[in-house]
């Protein structure tokens, strides 16, 4: 089952997004039977503007708010349950004020997002949702008194504003939105931490033995981007290296390109190994380049040293 990787994944990304902006709590345990919110997010009282870069996505983040992402179309039940950790919230809230005897502003009380990839018509009917004004399509309300929306990724058009929810999203949904991502521009806020992000995904799901089609269209999709990247940051490492003085400049970038390369694919390395590669010809370094990316563990790098 891919399912961990991917809920991972969705939990990582949301926190690396909305760090900035407010305090971001992951797995956030309430009361009942022990359940686990997977984002509770708290702006901080002065919003930072940039918050519009994040389009949607950021509109959400306007204020307090609970953010279920689902990589398979939510049920009935999923949704309830949603609702459930956000009355219980709600209720927690209440408790402390009253405790603290202070008033409860409504605007404390966070909001319900569900993210899905898609769900039927008969299914948002059950529910009573409905559209605002002012909203993008795939956004569908709930009536006010249970402060919940549920989002449709799928369903959201293809559009600047959807991009960082879009890669939320699975199959040609989300690879359509991994393109859009890697064409903007490299100094663009967030490109380059989701990219890592994604690429981690990436790696995470090629050792899996049990892909879903979806996951192996994934991974297909980001393979040459990855090596693009992989030969973009090469180069800069010459460039770097041309700079410092040819020869001593060139191995220096080509030991720091391989060492990123390295901590990216099978986490950090002790010094040791670290001293082990800095001996290395820059020819040695370059097939080190192409023979890392098959490695898994540190014990391949340690074989392939030896």
């Known amino acids: 089952m891919t399912r961990f990787i991917h809920d991972k994944f969705a939990k990582d990304y949301l926190e690396e997004l909305l760090k900035d902006y407010g305090e971001v709590k992951a797995s956030e345990k309430v ?10 997010f708290t702006p ?32 009935t039940d999923e949704i309830c349950d949603c609702i459930l950790k956000l009355l219980e919230v709600k209720a927690l809230l209440r408790r402390e004020a009253k405790a603290n ?32 004004a002012g909203w993008l399509s795939g956004v569908h309300f709930l009536p006010d008194a249970l402060r919940t929306a549920i989002v449709a990724i799928h369903q959201l058009p293809q559009t600047p504003e959807t991009l960082w929810l879009r890669l939320l999203g699975r199959g040609s949904v989300q690879s359509q939105a991994i ?58 490492g010459r460039q770097e290296g041309r700079q410092e003085g040819r020869q001593e400049g060139k191995q220096k970038g ?9 901590n990216r694919r099978i986490g950090e390395i002790d010094a040791s ?33 030896n």
């Open 31 to 40: 009361a009942g039977e022990i359940k686990e919110i997977d984002v509770l």
């Open 44 to 75: 901080t009282k002065q919003q930072n503007s940039n918050l519009q870069i994040l389009g949607l996505l950021g509109r959400l983040a306007e204020h307090p708010a609970i953010i279920e992402p689902y990589r398979n179309p939510a049920s």
């Open 101 to 132: 005897k202070t008033k409860l502003p409504d605007s404390d009380m966070p909001k319900l997002w569900v993210l899905t990839p898609t769900i039927s018509e008969t299914r948002l009917s059950s529910f009573g949702t409905m559209q605002k």
């Open 179 to 236: 393109i859009e991502l890697q064409e903007l521009p490299l100094d663009y806020p967030y490109q380059k931490a989701t990219l890592e992000l994604v690429y981690n995904l990436r790696e995470n799901l090629r050792v899996n033995q049990q892909l879903e089609a979806d996951d192996r269209e994934l991974i297909m999709r980001l393979e040459p981007l990855y090596q693009r990247d992989r030969e973009q940051a090469k180069e800069e």
């Open 254 to 262: 080509e030991q720091d390109l391989i060492l990123r390369l390295l």
């Open 273 to 305: 190994l670290i001293e082990r590669i800095k001996d290395l010809s820059i020819e040695q370094l370059e097939n080190l380049g192409e023979a890392l990316l098959d490695f898994y563990s540190v014990a391949d790098l340690e074989a392939w040293l």
